[in-house]
């Protein structure tokens, strides 16, 4: 950025892996740029100040809220939306263990579900049922009750073992 | 909802940091990681005219031991708290600590700077701040200044910080042999603020008596709080439940807390009581006393 104050600014960053370019105000929030600049959905926004976990996403690979983080900030960073997990012809396994175990409804929580999910895993990759519940714990969901995505995410750890076997 | 309009800075040296403030004026804010700052634009609770990032500082996110201290650069992540061998080996307070603040997306961007800067009450760092005796390095437009972080918080919501200065790094003392240091809360859910907490600090003598005790407490009035009187009734007594579960008892009597909606001012108190007595006994048991 300039030396300058800036009420707007593009921005570079490297999103699921491309090189891309957003122009943005400095007051629009990561998120707003995934979803609105760059037409990536799959990050939710439920409160937009922190407190639901829906528009959680990986930034340099750590789990980041994309609402408390400025589209301005990410300049030359990396991001990873859910977008960028799987295909659906390829899922990633957690995407396949929460499908296998039904672990979720309307849907609204599950993109923010699977990233928190996915970096528990990317650092123990066989939690307990409590490090499943502690990693999720800052996500929201309305419909599920829990359960079936705490079963989900175990059988996607156990579908990544089995991966990093074959 | 989203933020009302601001301009951005993000300056590559602190002085320009400093700089960007004062051209700014009074409603400009620094920026760290955001997670206090950007709710609170959110909810619009603040309309600063400016933000001035200092992720573009060098050296603001390093951890180091010099001579019998740690070195903390403000930017330094929670998340890094939680895993930094050298905050293990030497400030293992802050380790224990760390995971208490909200939840693993928060604490990937929250950091130190940002949370004593923000200084809310219930915030778990700027109590431990207090209680391991730390020092907050603010630099200004004329230099760096210290401050130790009992001068440091003055209000809610309010430090002795003024609107040009940024905090630069947090030294805290490389805990001693003999010392131990505890912490503990209650909250309603984990991640979720606590109600109330207590940490401790007992350093023991050769004989194992109590040479040094020291409480802190968040949630318990307008500031964290650190006891220094509790020090004083316990010093050179031998540091067993009795004694211990008195001390805490006391400095609970000494707080000052708040009702609202989550808890009463005397379930705080109680609860202030329990937790110090706790939290006592388990850092006189890691300064090596006989339990
Ligand atoms: C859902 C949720 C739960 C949370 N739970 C907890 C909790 O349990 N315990 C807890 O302690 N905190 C909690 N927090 C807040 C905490 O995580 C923040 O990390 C911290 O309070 C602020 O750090 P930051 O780096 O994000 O600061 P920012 O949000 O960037 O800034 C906060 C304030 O500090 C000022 N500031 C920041 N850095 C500096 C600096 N270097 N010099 C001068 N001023 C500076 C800013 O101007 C602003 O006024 C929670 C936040 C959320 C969203
Ligand atoms: S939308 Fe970001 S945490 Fe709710
Ligand atoms: S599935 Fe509906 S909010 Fe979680």
């Given at each position: 950025m300039s030396a300058e104050p800036r009420l707007e600014a593009t921005v570079s960053l490297r999103v699921n892996g491309e090189d891309r370019q957003v122009h943005v105000e400095a007051r629009r929030s990561l998120a707003d740029a995934l979803r609105d600049a760059l037409g990536l959905t799959g990050t939710h926004l439920g409160c937009e100040h922190g407190v639901c976990g829906s528009c959680t996403v990986l930034l340099d690979g750590g789990p980041v809220r994309s609402c408390l983080v400025l589209a301005?900030?990410?300049?030359?960073?990396?991001?990873?939306?859910?977008?960028?997990?799987?295909?659906?012809?390829?899922?990633?396994?957690?995407?396949?263990?929460?499908?296998?175990?039904?672990?979720?409804?309307?849907g609204f929580c599950t993109p923010g579900m699977l990233i928190s999910a996915v970096a528990l895993l990317a650092e123990n990759d066989d939690p307990d049922d409590a490090e499943i519940r502690e990693a999720l714990g800052g996500n929201l969901c309305r419909c599920t009750g829990y359960e079936s995505i705490v079963a989900g995410v175990r059988r996607g750890a156990e579908l990544l073992r089995l991966d990093g076997e074959g | 909802m989203k933020s009302p309009p601001f301009a951005y800075l993000a300056p590559e040296t602190l002085d320009d940091v400093v700089r960007g403030l004062a051209e700014a004026g009074e409603d400009a804010k620094v920026i760290a990681g955001g997670q206090s700052l950007l709710p609170v634009l959110a909810l619009r609770l603040g309309r600063p005219s400016v933000l001035v990032d200092v992720?573009?500082?060098?050296?603001?996110?390093?951890?180091?031991?010099?001579?019998?201290?740690?070195?903390?650069?403000?930017?330094?992540?929670?998340?890094?708290?939680?895993?930094?061998?050298?905050?293990?080996?030497?400030?293992?307070?802050?380790?224990?600590?760390?995971?208490?603040?909200?939840?693993?997306?928060?604490?990937?961007?929250?950091?130190?700077?940002?949370?004593?800067?923000?200084?809310?009450?219930?915030?778990?760092?700027?109590?431990?701040?207090?209680?391991?005796?730390?020092?907050?390095?603010?630099?200004?437009?004329?230099?760096?200044?210290?401050?130790?972080?009992?001068?440091?918080?003055?209000?809610?919501?309010?430090?002795?910080?003024?609107?040009?200065?940024?905090?630069?790094?947090?030294?805290?003392?490389?805990?001693?042999?003999?010392?131990?240091?505890?912490?503990?809360?209650?909250?309603?859910?984990?991640?979720?603020?606590?109600?109330?907490?207590?940490?401790?600090?007992?350093g023991l003598d050769e004989d194992g008596r109590v040479a040094e005790l020291r409480l802190a407490f968040l949630g318990a009035g307008s500031t964290p709080v650190l006891d220094v009187e509790a020090g004083a009734a316990a010093v050179g007594r031998a540091p067993d439940a009795a004694v211990l579960g008195e001390v805490g008892r006391a400095a609970a009597a000494r707080l000052d807390p708040h009702d609202d909606l989550h808890a009463s001012a005397s379930y705080r108190r109680r609860v202030a009581g329990a937790l110090a007595a706790r939290v006592l006994a388990t850092a006189a048991r890691r300064a090596g006393a006989a339990s």
């Open positions: 301005v900030q990410a300049e030359g960073h990396d991001v990873v939306t859910v977008e960028g997990l799987g295909t659906p012809d390829d899922l990633h396994p957690v995407q396949h263990g929460c499908l296998e175990a039904h672990a979720f409804q309307c | 992720a573009r500082v060098p050296g603001l996110d390093t951890i180091d031991v010099v001579g019998d201290e740690v070195v903390l650069g403000a930017r330094v992540t929670h998340a890094t708290l939680e895993r930094h061998p050298l905050v293990a080996a030497h400030a293992p307070l802050l380790a224990e600590v760390a995971p208490l603040i909200g939840h693993a997306a928060i604490r990937t961007r929250g950091t130190l700077g940002g949370s004593l800067a923000h200084a809310d009450p219930a915030a778990e760092l700027p109590a431990v701040a207090m209680l391991t005796d730390a020092t907050i390095d603010v630099r200004g437009p004329d230099g760096t200044r210290s401050v130790p972080a009992r001068d440091f918080f003055v209000g809610y919501l309010t430090t002795v910080l003024a609107p040009d200065e940024v905090v630069e790094a947090v030294r805290l003392p490389a805990r001693g042999a003999r010392v131990g240091d505890a912490f503990a809360e209650v909250s309603r859910r984990h991640g979720d603020f606590a109600l109330v907490g207590a940490g401790a600090r007992v």
